[in-house]
């Protein structure tokens, strides 16, 4: 089955993931850990979450790679081709014939995705809308809240002085210094607000 858990910057998404997929390791169970190259946060290799949790994922995926010609090479690398689990961090990076060969292994496989739904300007990333096409489980990872205290709904870049930008590239990876990404709810999002 493809599962897709989604949820706005700081709703501990990644955390969840590496969580689940420590939980399912110790029970035994052939795990993969999936990431796309484009993530680069702390390194190309290295899923992070910002409550310290990390893990080295087995695959990292360009867009032209093919899931299951990496699920293919690692089962041999591990000498074993029984995977039973596959784990995918920052999903909404995966292109969409990555999404589509994905559901066509989850007749085989229990595929869990965890990504954002959309970008700072509140359009879909291509990964996030083939998901929400082709899943068959789609849950949100709530929880993460505004600064004024409802519920953060809506993703937003800001700048190191806490501008709220609504124009750019899609993918801009946070460098903390620079750019960032926070919740907000709809309304301050709307206004621009990024805080009291």
């Not at 999903?91 to 595929?111: N, P, R």
Request: some cysteine.
């Amino acid at each position: 089955m493809l599962h897709f858990y989604h949820g706005v910057m700081g709703s501990s998404k990644t955390a969840m993931l590496l969580m689940q997929r420590y939980n399912y390791m110790q029970l035994g169970l052939k795990v993969a850990l999936v990431k796309p190259a484009v993530d680069t946060r702390i390194s190309v290799n290295t899923v992070y979450s910002r409550v310290g949790l990390q893990a080295e994922a087995e695959i990292v995926l360009e867009s032209g790679h093919s899931i299951r010609e990496q699920l293919n090479w690692l089962a041999v690398q591990h000498a074993h081709s029984d995977f039973q689990y596959v784990f995918v961090d920052e999903a909404q990076f995966l292109t969409e014939a990555q999404v589509q060969e994905l559901a066509d292994m989850s007749d085989e496989l229990e595929i869990f995705c965890y990504g954002l739904k959309t970008d700072f300007m509140g359009q879909f990333f291509p990964g996030s809308a083939a998901l929400l096409r082709l899943a068959e489980d789609i849950q949100e990872v709530s929880g993460a809240l505004c600064w004024c205290g409802k519920k953060a709904t809506m993703n937003t870049r800001v700048d190191g002085k806490g501008n709220v930008i609504k124009q750019g590239a899609q993918v801009l990876i946070d460098n903390q210094d620079e750019i960032r990404y926070i919740g907000l709810c709809y309304q301050h999002w709307r206004e621009g607000k990024s805080h009291a």
